[in-house]
């Protein structure tokens, strides 16, 4: 028997999948930058990394991960084209949600429990050139709820 102790491997450089290669960690990020901008730098981490922001999830297979705020608003696949999407008006600001109901919410619940996407700070707020999440549904969102849906730009639409 040998009394030298095994060399153990460093499993820090070793991939747990072969061809898989572990999302980058955020840059370093200066910290005279207000609490918005912080979050906007970590939310276009996420995407790039095939994150959606709001949901924490992965992005929906269809969508882009390269999408930019100068990208168009109604692009299919993004948040900006789903019917969940809806911006609401409080005095003279408008702030955008993501409306999906929580399937598991009862009909008896309260809203904060059936939407609980939506909060009353800038954290939940859904930019419309995000990349949809997997829950993306295409509609107008000017329509009502029952209307057809359809994606933007769609033959025949």
């Known amino acids: 028997m040998d009394s030298m102790p095994r060399p153990v491997p460093d499993v820090q450089d070793t991939p747990l999948f072969d061809g898989f290669e572990p999302p980058l960690p955020p840059p370093s990020v200066d910290p005279g930058l207000s609490a918005d901008r912080r979050r906007t730098l970590r939310q276009a981490a996420q995407i790039r990394s095939g994150i959606h922001p709001l949901t924490g999830g992965p992005i929906h297979l269809l969508a882009d991960i ?15 084209s789903c019917v969940f999407r809806r911006v609401e008006k409080w005095h003279d600001t408008a702030y955008p949600k993501c409306w999906l109901p929580d399937p598991t919410a009862g009909a008896d619940a309260p809203p904060s429990r059936i939407y ?33 849906r359809s994606l933007p730009g769609e033959v025949g639409a």
């Open 66 to 80: 390269y999408a930019r705020a100068d990208d168009g608003r109604n692009l299919p696949y993004r948040c900006g």
């Open 116 to 148: 609980t996407r939506v909060s009353h700070g800038a954290a939940s707020d859904v930019r419309a050139w995000w990349p949809a999440c997997r829950d993306y549904s295409p509609g107008d969102t000017s329509l009502s709820p029952d209307a057809a």
